[in-house]
């Protein structure tokens, strides 16, 4: 990494993933915080280095936008929970990212644009004609998808002289995730049957949405074309009372979900993604255990398993952090996880 001049980064939200980021950029000395946007109140005019626990930087946080629009800064962490998540309008966050390329900085989002190309050309000359205004570029990454379900068994199927199926698993546990907002009112654990099917709708147009980008991205990458991404879901309700972080679940409310996204070619599917997401994984024994998996079917078929990712909101964040140096090296325009070298970590290294 260039040691100087450092690259000046602006953080988009200090939620449970910009807080992990703000705390990366402000520790590494290759980077300088330009700023910082939040959404609540209480957060305004503290100094961002004090919100996540670290020394102050001299950096205010604001609620202006046209403020973090005026700065003079290389990159945008975006972060923020994408609207589409409330069943708000999807096109504020499209305008969010728009406005920030055209003033001139580079955006890694966490909110989706992991393939925009999936949701057709509309889209993309409105990013691309952004990206054009400001010389920026624009990536969009996270673990699950960018990194998991896209990185990952690119690489692998760089072993394979056939191809059959991808299979891909991500199982979650939210025991220890403290926001009722997230767990509750968004994926639906604690809420009875009746309720959780009107609770998660914003939630499934937006998981469709994002895992079909995910989807059509790897199968963009192997030369597949792809006729349909098809998504279905369920739940398991709770046998007895336990508390999560987010508050209490109770005997017959929604204690897991499971969620399937297939690509399809001719009726059959090319590419599977499983995610199961459960309350307390130690009170949950339907489907996998946490961890990830990926199975590769073909010549040679191959399979690699993940235990559990501890701290999976802080792995988000870092690979976000990571890929920092090389948008904003890159070509102005879109660029997925095809068009950037190998987000590899950049954080401190103990060594005993």
Not at 270 to 284: P, S
Request: aromatic share 8%.
């Amino acid at each position: 990494m260039p040691s100087s001049p450092p690259l000046r980064v602006v953080q988009w939200a200090t939620g449970a993933v910009g807080g992990y980021a703000l705390r990366d950029v402000i520790s590494r000395p290759y980077f300088e915080l330009a700023g910082v946007l939040v959404y609540d109140p209480d957060k305004v005019g503290v100094d961002a280095g004090e919100l996540v626990g670290l020394g102050a930087t001299g950096v205010r946080c604001t609620d202006d936008v046209d403020e973090i629009l005026a700065l003079d800064a290389d990159c945008v962490l975006h972060m923020p929970l994408p609207a589409a998540y409330f069943g708000g309008d999807p096109t504020s966050d499209v305008e969010a990212v728009c406005a920030l390329l055209s003033s001139g900085k580079n955006v890694i989002t966490t909110a989706g644009f992991v393939y925009p190309r999936a949701h057709g050309p509309h889209l993309v000359e409105r990013l691309e004609a952004a990206c054009a205004r400001g010389g920026t570029s624009l990536h969009g990454t996270g673990i699950n998808p960018g990194f998991m379900s896209d990185l990952l068994p690119l690489a692998l199927t760089g072993l394979s002289g056939r191809i059959d199926h991808i299979y891909v698993r991500e199982s979650s546990d939210y025991r220890g995730h403290p926001s009722r907002q997230i767990v509750t009112d968004l994926i639906g654990f604690a809420r009875e049957p009746k309720d959780y099917a009107a609770t998660v709708r914003p939630f499934r147009a937006f998981q469709r949405a994002l895992f079909s980008e995910s989807v059509q991205l790897v199968a963009h990458a192997l030369g597949v074309d792809l006729d349909d991404v098809e998504e279905n879901d369920e739940y398991a309700l709770a046998a007895d009372e336990f508390e999560i972080a987010a508050g209490v679940v109770r005997p017959g409310t929604v204690c897991a979900s499971r969620w399937v996204f297939s690509g399809l070619v001719r009726g059959r599917p090319f590419m599977t993604t499983e995610c199961v997401y459960k309350a307390d994984a130690t009170r949950v024994s339907r489907w996998a255990p946490p961890g990830f998996a990926v199975h590769i079917q073909g010549r040679p078929a191959m399979a690699v398993t993940i235990d559990e990712v501890e701290h999976g909101l802080a792995g988000a964040a870092a690979h976000a952090v990571n890929s920092i140096a090389s948008v904003c090296a890159a070509p102005p325009g879109i660029r997925t996880v095809l068009d950037l070298p190998l987000a590899v970590g950049r954080g401190t290294v103990r060594l005993a």
